[in-house]
């Protein structure tokens, strides 16, 4: 006898049970129900084997397909998207350190310890993609940052900072592809 026949007998036994308490008007034999619908492996055994027809697997490998599709149509955009977002963290992280220059030069000196701006003068840095800063353009160049000074009461200095990429296009004559720009207020008494 094989395991678990018990507990199919006995749960046969119970159904019949039931259904004869149910259904004692009717003249209904359970157990043949039971026998007909269950065969020994608890499949139907009157029955086809179970399986998807060529519609159906058809059917479900153009929607597979067209969600392919939609998923990769999105990656150039997410990647573009992804890339624009290191620049611009990128060209923000230059604005704090060039800001953070600015603030720490003592007020007796004329220009920033690390980055050598003058105070007052419009001054154009461009800088490599690790964040090495240049006076002239180069070939590893990723970013070109532009302060422009504002004239301003004795001891107080205005500046726009912005940096754009790529280092190669002049943001007065060409539309960059992306900026980042920060104003910028300087006691320097």
Known sequence: ????????????GAVAALCERRCEDRKFDSSAVIDRRYGSYGAASNSKVAAF??????????????????????????????????????ATNIIAVIVADLRTTPATATTSPQFAITFGTDTRLYFDASGQASTSLTPDSRYQLNITWNSAPIGLNYAVLRVTWPASVDPATTTPGGSVEIFGAFDRS
């Open 1 to 12: 006898m094989r395991a678990g026949t018990n507990g199919f007998r006995s749960l046969r």
């Open 53 to 90: 027809s060529l519609v159906e697997l058809v059917l479900a490998l153009g929607v597979t397909a067209f969600c392919l599709f939609a998923v990769f149509g999105l990656m150039p955009v997410g990647m573009q998207t992804n890339r624009n977002a290191a620049s611009q963290t990128a």
